[in-house]
């Protein structure tokens, strides 16, 4: 044994690797360097899988530094952080010095939202070398993130979604993989309304991070503010057997079923005809929740039709206003604002129900539901050139769903108010207007009770253009019609209205010409 070498047993030997003593032989460190070669290429190709798997028989055979940076930088590009850093305390184990290993892990740290650890890293790598000035200037967007992520969360805070999402859309792009960020972000699209985006991004969050309890509740609340209580309570419930004890969760779950219970009490209302009722239900379901804009706009526009069903559109029309204002997307509450407009009858109204039928063709997304809402807006604008003239609805007191007996009941009426025989010890002036009242009434009860005139005045036609082309007979009335025929026709008799009634309408009394109906 005098001098002889000491020989490892043959079983603990790897010819390929070691030389017995635990140093790598040359084929080894040369079989490593081209599978990081072969790897180096594949990076540059963008297949970062391909070189992360070429790494990794690398590191198999030399667990060097560098070669644990070379797959944590593909990793990096995959956006797998959670790798990058397991790979980046790898290298420094091996090598202390790696400086590549510090500067990486401090940007996946960073890129995660963990902002202890990515200044961590960033401080040693400054007490090794202060020199770093680079790495100095990287520090600065730990601090930056910081001061956004606060102020956003101040702004969540007071309302301010509009004020927070830009700050928190620049500080993801520090730390993408934030998580508390990301969940932010949903906060603030929830809060200015954007609730389909909100949706998107809290299922992104999901599928990233899985069903964790912050997803499931920020998942629930954008549910709950479309109005899907019925999701909703499930993603609660949900988060809650995952928590049983979250507060939050136990508190929204509660506010979401009494909601849902007092919209469905006025529902039940509104359905029995009991619209006083209606409008009580929701008024209590609307003191719940203000914030819930499109659950409110609902409760409003719920209110608007029973308004509606009991005539009462001026009413009506204020819930619509506030619905549209709540929701400015909301198409149901734009259509019942025109329908009530439409009823209410003055210009401004009319008009108001252009806008809104104009308003429900661009949100409508169904061909057939788009023509049908320029139709009614054409009917519309047809009507808001009647009320500029003379709106014969109005003049008659009916509603433009008046039927016959509605008309003639309603002429009867007008036709003995203004009767210019009643109107015969009065002064000059009310004698005038008097006769102009008449005059408009017979002419009103011509156009309306004729189907055709009828319908062409309801297109728009002008009432001057009522009569057909050719048409030769024009009496003292519009459109042919002597007043004074119209209401001999609709009360019988002669001339006056019979007793001391019988001589005030000088030129106007019918005893010339006549003309049938």
Known sequence: LDGAAVVAPACAVDPYRDDGRGNLNDDTVEMAAELKAKGNERYKVGDYSGAIQLYSRAIELDPRAAFYG???????????????????QAALAVDQHFDKGYLRAAKAYLCMGDVAN?????????????????????????????????????????????????????ALETAPAYTHLRLLRVRALAGKGDLEEALGAVTDVMRTEGQTVAALAARAHVLYLQGNFHLAMKHYQEALRKDPDNAECKARLRSVRAMERAKEAG??????????????????????????????????????????????????????????????????AFLRRASSCMELGDVESLEQAVRDYDQAADLATDRAAKREML?????????????????????????????????????????LKWHPDRWSGRSEAEKKEAE?????????????????????????????????????HMGAGMHGIDPNIIFEMMFGGGGGMGGGMGGGMGGMRGGGVRFGF
């Open 70 to 88: 070379n797959r944590s930088a593909a990793y990096m590009m995959q956006r797998r952080y959670d790798k990058v850093i397991e790979d980046c």
């Open 118 to 170: 990515a200044r961590s890293m960033y401080t040693q790598l400054l007490i090794r070398d202060p020199r770093h000035d680079s790495v100095r200037e990287e520090r600065k967007l730990v601090d930056l993130l910081e001061k956004r992520v606060a102020t956003a969360e101040a702004y969540l805070a007071r309302g301010e979604a509009g004020r927070a999402l830009p700050l928190i859309d620049k």
């Open 267 to 332: 529902n039940a209302a509104f359905r029995a005809n009991r619209c006083e009722e209606a409008v009580a239900r929701y008024d209590e379901a609307l003191a719940l929740d203000p914030s819930n804009k499109p659950f409110n706009a609902q409760l409003h526009c719920n209110k608007a039709a029973a308004f509606a069903r009991m005539g009462r559109h001026a009413e009506a029309r204020a819930c619509c206003d506030q619905a549209v204002e709540l929701n400015p997307s909301y198409l149901k």
């Open 375 to 415: 139709d009614n807006k054409r009917r519309a604008e047809a009507a808001v050139k009647q009320a500029r003239r003379k709106d014969y609805y109005k003049i008659l007191g009916v509603s433009r769903s008046a039927d016959e007996s509605d008309l003639k009941r309603a002429y009867k009426k007008a036709a």
């Open 436 to 472: 102009k009242k008449f005059k408009d009434v017979g002419e009103a009860y011509g156009v309306l009770s004729d189907a055709d005139k009828r319908r062409r005045y309801d297109n728009g036609v002008d009432p001057e253009h009522l009569d057909t082309p050719g048409a030769e």
